[in-house]
């Protein structure tokens, strides 16, 4: 069974570009969290979904990040514009019922932004 | 709130040798899921054990286990006979239902040949 999949594993964008980051989460699973992880704050929630619907989105930084999940399989992190203290590791994370709470975590997605 | 403590930013340990790591965590729930991952250097995060609160059994995976005292609120890591691969950061983390998986700052482990 495939794990949760990120892309890109690695970016490197301009300051003021759009950045997209992908994930696809583990069949079957319900929930989708995605995570940012810095040196400074380490690792922090930005958004959650269940069934496809965004529960919390408190630890959304600020209106330049928006995250979508049009389907069961898909969902994507939004960056627009970019700066570069959204430098980071961008972790996507998926939980199942069957998975006794267990969250798995995709292999992150590496952002720089210049 | 909940909180997820490790007090030890850094530890180490001989190649073969056992080393435990400290997590400590605040919570008035009594039904919640305790997990320490590891990240190696190409930051995956990688679940190594984890740990139900309704059960008094200590979870154990092959060389990992844990010490799980819920009065005292410590969850213990565990790794005996430590080998190279196994250098990497440490987090310890806490769920409870609906509430978001809340991870500690880390302890960075290295293994000494």
């Known amino acids: 069974d495939a794990g949760v999949i990120q892309s890109p594993r690695h970016e490197v964008t301009e300051m003021g570009q759009e950045v997209t980051l992908r994930c696809k989460p583990i069949s079957g699973h319900d929930y989708l969290f995605w995570y940012r992880q810095t040196m400074m704050r380490g690792l922090e929630l930005l958004i959650y979904f269940n069934n496809n619907v965004p529960i919390d989105d408190s630890g959304m930084p600020e209106d330049r990040f928006s995250a979508k999940m049009p389907n069961a399989s898909f969902s994507t992190l939004k960056i627009q514009p970019s700066e570069p203290r959204d430098s980071a590791v961008y972790f996507c994370?998926?939980?199942?019922?069957?998975?006794?709470?267990?969250?798995?975590f995709g292999e992150g997605s590496w952002l720089t932004v210049v | 709130a909940q909180t997820v403590t490790q007090s030890q930013p850094e530890m180490s340990v001989q190649e073969a040798e056992t080393v435990t790591l400290s997590c400590t965590y605040d919570?008035?729930?009594?039904?919640?899921?305790l997990f320490w991952y590891k990240q190696p250097p190409s930051r995956q995060m990688i679940l190594v054990i984890r740990?139900?609160?309704?059960?008094?059994q200590n979870a154990t995976e092959n060389r990992f286990s844990v010490n799980f005292q819920k009065a005292a609120k410590s969850f213990s890591l565990k790794i005996s006979d430590s080998q190279l691969g196994d250098a990497a950061m440490y987090f310890c983390?806490?769920?409870?239902?609906?509430?978001?998986?809340?991870f500690g700052k880390g302890t960075k482990l290295s293994v000494i040949p």
């Open positions: 740990q139900e609160a309704y059960k008094q």
């Open positions: 994370a998926s939980r199942g019922i069957g998975t006794v709470n267990t969250i798995y």
């Open positions: 919570t008035s729930e009594s039904d919640y899921y």
């Open positions: 983390a806490y769920w409870a239902g609906s509430y978001q998986l809340t």
